[in-house]
């Protein structure tokens, strides 16, 4: 495991934020993500539908953390019917695109025991991972799932990028923050293969 050591929070954040301007197709361009669409089909098909629908319980409400322009949580509640906001430190908030401007190390006193599905791409983006799950884990519900997307771009550390680690490690971290492991599902995107890790509350 891996962890890039800032000399403070400021220095931190700017990290973030210059991370997304120094990339303008990124900021500027609603269709250049990570994430792909297909990706989110793929959840909620293979993941999403059949947890909550064996467990008989109906989401909803969702937050995708590191959401960059909001697309994501936007496409969640498309193919799902749930209501997601999403959070990124480094873009400013947007009312049209449910994206608030949030440290996804803290949380809302609204969110403690509350979310049903938390989704991030973006743990890599943590100074703090085991505080940063440690905070996720407290938002969800009994029945709620978490859902962290791991990749070979997931392994190094750098200022953008902070955390790196296999996905071995993101599991033992799950498990030693008070997370369950409940299944990790491979699947193949168009242009990288991920790892997305369900865990619940333990």
């Known amino acids: 495991m891996k962890l890039w050591k800032y000399k403070d929070y400021q220095e931190y954040v700017k990290?973030?934020?210059?991370?997304?301007?120094k990339h303008p197709t990124v900021?500027?361009?609603?269709n250049h993500q990570w994430f792909e669409n297909e990706d989110i089909i793929f959840l909620k098909e293979q993941v999403?539908?059949?947890?909550?629908?064996?467990?008989?319980?109906?989401p909803k409400f969702g937050i995708c953390h590191g959401a960059k322009l909001g697309k994501e949580n936007v496409e969640f509640e498309k193919q799902t019917g749930i209501n997601f906001i999403g959070t990124d430190i480094s873009?400013?908030?947007?009312?049209?695109?449910k994206l608030i401007k949030w440290d996804f190390h803290d949380v809302k006193d609204e969110w403690i025991e509350n979310?049903?599905?938390?989704?991030?791409?973006?743990?890599?983006?943590s100074y703090n991972p085991e505080l940063c799950l440690s905070?996720?884990?407290?938002?969800?519900?009994?029945?709620?799932?978490?859902?962290?997307?791991?990749?070979?771009?997931?392994?190094?550390?750098?200022?953008?990028?902070p955390f790196g680690a296999t996905l071995q490690e993101y599991c033992d971290l799950i498990l030693s923050v008070g997370g369950k492991v409940l299944e990790i599902k491979n699947y193949t995107g168009r242009r990288r293969k991920k790892r997305f890790i369900i865990f619940t509350r333990g």
Not at 91 to 97: A, G, L, P
């Open 27 to 30: 900021r500027d361009n609603y």
């Open 115 to 125: 979310v049903d599905i938390i989704y991030s791409n973006a743990l890599d983006h």
């Open 91 to 97: 873009i400013d908030s947007s009312i049209d695109m």
């Open 15 to 21: 990290s973030q934020v210059d991370g997304i301007y």
């Open 135 to 161: 905070q996720w884990i407290s938002c969800l519900t009994d029945r709620g799932i978490c859902i962290v997307e791991h990749t070979h771009c997931h392994l190094d550390s750098t200022a953008t990028d």
């Open 48 to 58: 999403i539908s059949p947890y909550f629908s064996k467990i008989n319980v109906i």
